[in-house]
């Protein structure tokens, strides 16, 4: 589906120019993916959120064997409204899927397929798209490219998945998703130096490691060092311990395909991933947003601010506006 453009009001002084690619199959014409971007970058940050989609068509939710469960155990439920509001707070680029994981998940690889639940299994002339690129490999655990069970819940699926229905997610998902998420790194960097891509997720409730009082309710990720400058890293952790909000690095979650993929930090694009804990930002149920979003909301946008100036001064983009807007 070519790209449809439109403008969203951000702001009385600011308006963000959104752009649809992409398509949800079985949905007509219905977009896979809005990106937004305001009038000018006020960071050199691209705010992703890839899991948070809740665009089901009719056909994919009468297949599923129990809907409501499978759908509130895969959705980064409601984190993208997380995502609008710090884009909005820090000027920041903003892509969100609205294809949901159900359908497709964009972290992981296009070959991380689970061939059995596909009709016919895998084709002799299936292409490994990104042989390059180191996949998690969780197809065999189901939870694969398309996810086919559910840690707990069994299968989430009642017969198997065409190869044909395969293909269109694959194309019009997936590869349009990170085409366009690269195509915007790219923009951002040759404008400003460097680029980052904050990767929004959010995560069910943790309990404390061992030895520790407090569980995490932020998990950064950054692929053990390997997608991001480790000054990114060390200031975010020092942004949530400074503000009282319990924080773990890499584990239990160290990103996935998207950083492995997009992550370049001696090309200066930079990639990091955020889990947000549902319980901060949803009501007790964890079903709808709740009391705290706001409060989480402005504490990442902060954070996203201070990731941002400290990107710019690692390509050299120190001045005092930049650090002012950290501070």
């Not at 690619?21 to 809005?34: D, E, I, K, Y």
Request: hydrophobic share 40%; with cysteine; aromatic share 4%.
């Amino acid at each position: 589906m070519p790209p449809v453009n439109r403008s969203l009001p951000d702001s009385a002084a600011n308006v963000r120019t959104a752009v649809s690619g992409g398509q949800v199959p079985g949905l007509g014409s219905a977009p896979a993916f809005t990106l937004t971007v305001p009038p000018r970058l006020s960071l050199p940050v691209l705010v992703a959120v890839p899991h948070a989609g809740r665009t089901y068509p009719p056909a994919v939710t009468a297949r599923m064997r129990d809907p409501d469960l499978a759908q509130l155990r895969l959705e980064d439920r409601h984190v993208d409204r997380l995502g609008v509001a710090i884009a909005r707070e820090t000027g920041a680029a903003l892509l969100v899927a609205h294809a949901p994981r159900a359908l497709l998940d964009l972290n992981r690889a296009e070959d991380d397929i689970d061939w059995d639940m596909v009709e016919g299994g895998k084709p002799r002339d299936f292409p490994s798209a990104d042989p390059g690129q180191r996949g998690n490999a969780r197809a065999r655990s189901g939870l694969g490219l398309v996810p086919r069970r559910l840690p707990g819940s069994g299968e989430i699926w009642r017969g198997r998945l065409g190869p044909a229905e395969l293909a269109a997610r694959i194309e019009g998902i997936h590869r349009a998703y990170h085409q366009t998420l690269a195509a915007q790194l790219a923009r951002i960097r040759a404008q400003w130096g460097v680029a980052l891509l904050i990767d929004l997720h959010s995560m069910p409730p943790l309990r404390p490691a061992e030895g520790e009082m407090r569980a995490p309710i932020f998990v950064l990720g950054d692929r053990f060092g390997a997608s991001c400058d480790n000054v990114l890293m060390g200031r975010a952790l020092t942004y949530l311990e400074g503000r009282g909000a319990a924080a773990a690095q890499n584990r239990p979650y160290s990103g996935g395909y998207v950083l492995d993929r997009h992550g370049a930090p001696q090309d200066s694009v930079h990639a990091m991933q955020i889990e947000v804990c549902r319980a901060t930002y949803l009501d007790r149920h964890l079903t709808e947003p709740g009391a705290g979003l706001p409060a989480v909301a402005a504490m990442l946008a902060g954070l996203v601010r201070e990731l941002g100036a400290e990107a710019a001064l690692l390509a050299g983009g120190e001045d005092n506006g930049m650090r002012q807007a950290a501070e």
